[in-house]
């Protein structure tokens, strides 16, 4: 009972008035977060993920099916246009991941794979004695 006698009933009763205090963004973050369920999340991300494996994937790819993909998944990257639900800009918010940062790190990614390469290639051809 030392509990109970601590407690003024008064204060309880009038803190459930009380208005809740919310900052903008964490109203705005509890909306967002029920606006897109989680199978439809899960597809977005998949479709998301799936660009990124075959921008990597079909880089070096010279010709054929691989090359095809690598080209238009790299138009739908690096695309400033978001007016499709799809879109790369669209599917990067919907996600909460920042658009320009992953293509930024596509792009350091890209460059490395592809200096890699020449070196490579410079490699074969000393060893040839070309």
Same mark, same amino acid.
């Given at each position: 009972?030392?509990?109970?006698?601590?407690?003024?009933?008064?204060?309880?009763?009038?803190? %459930?008035?009380?208005? =809740?205090?919310?900052?903008?963004?964490?109203?705005? *973050? $509890? @909306? +967002?977060?029920?606006?897109?369920?989680?199978?439809?999340?899960?597809?977005?991300?998949?479709?998301?993920?799936?660009?990124?494996?075959?921008?990597?994937?079909? %880089?070096?790819?010279? =010709?054929?099916?691989?090359?095809?993909?690598?080209? *238009? $998944? @790299? +138009?739908?990257?690096?695309?400033?246009?978001?007016?499709g639900v799809f879109s790369y800009r669209?599917?990067?918010?919907?996600?909460?991941?920042?658009?320009?940062? %992953?293509?930024?790190?596509?792009?350091?990614?890209?460059?490395?794979?592809?200096?890699?390469?020449?070196?490579?290639?410079?490699?074969?051809?000393?060893?040839?004695?070309?």
């Amino acid at each position: 009972m030392g509990l109970v006698a601590d407690v003024d009933i008064g204060e309880m009763v009038a803190s %459930l008035f009380q208005p =809740d205090v919310l900052l903008p963004a964490q109203y705005f *973050e $509890t @909306g +967002r977060q029920k606006s897109v369920a989680v199978p439809e999340k899960n597809l977005i991300a998949a479709v998301l993920e799936e660009a990124v494996y075959s921008f990597q994937k079909y %880089l070096l790819v010279s =010709d054929g099916k691989g090359r095809i993909l690598f080209e *238009e $998944t @790299g +138009r739908w990257i690096f695309d400033v246009d978001d007016s499709g639900v799809f879109s790369y800009r669209n599917v990067c918010e919907i996600l909460d991941i920042e658009a320009n940062y %992953l293509r930024l790190g596509l792009l350091r990614w890209k460059e490395k794979r592809l200096a890699a390469q020449v070196h490579k290639v410079k490699r074969k051809y000393r060893a040839q004695g070309v």
